[in-house]
């Protein structure tokens, strides 16, 4: 089921996450919040880190990951800790998928990986309470990646956590597999452009493997809320 928001500001965001982790806490006495990287959502983080809630309780990771060092420019890791992770915010734990890694893995290096992400996420309750997906204009949410190497893996895989190698963007990633993102109690699909909404229409009238983030939006046991601005 998809519930839509036309018109969404990072600020309204925040507001509805802010409130799905204040309930999370009441329920459970702890949250678990995932969030993606790149540009676009930098503008959330800052709304979203200003909100008032026990951030002490909440534990924040990564819906995916380039396999680049965290001091790299295209971390993720180092985005969320410069945009997300501070003020108020600065109180929630971090869980980092693995501590150095060298940007030209092999299949073998890339398992080893994914078996380290995967073993500190052990530690993590699931399903996990908050989730905050992008998309590509090639439909890719995640690093569900079209017909990359590693995507059926990551489609099937209970995981959590998958490697995969897109053949349309750089560094082999870390990813969250479908049915991770499938099971999160509170989903969220925030897109903003005409591309973006077009790829967004065509993905949501049927699941496609061509375009990744339908599996999501057509999945009939999945409710995504999609903010689109």
Known sequence: MLTEHTGAAPEQIAQQLAQE??????ARGQATLAVSGGKSPIALFEQLRQQVLDWSQVTVLLVDERCVPHDHADSNTALVRE????????????????????????????????ATANHRLSAIPFPLDVVVLGMGEDGHTA??????PGLDHALTSEG???????????HARLTL???????????HLSIAGDAKRKVYEAAAKAANPALPISLLLNHPACTVQVWIA
Do not use: Y
């Not at 597999?177 to 989903?187: F, K």
């Open 177 to 187: 597999t479908l049915p991770v993102l499938l099971a999160a109690r509170h989903l």
């Open 21 to 26: 982790l204040r309930s999370a806490i009441a």
């Open 160 to 170: 959590p956590m998958a490697g995969v190698r897109p053949t349309s963007a750089p």
């Open 143 to 148: 690093s569900l990646f079209p017909a990359a």
């Open 83 to 114: 945009h997300l992770l501070q003020g108020p915010a600065s109180a929630a734990s971090f869980a980092s998928l693995f501590d150095t890694v060298c940007t030209d893995l092999n299949d073998t290096a890339l398992l080893d990986l994914v």
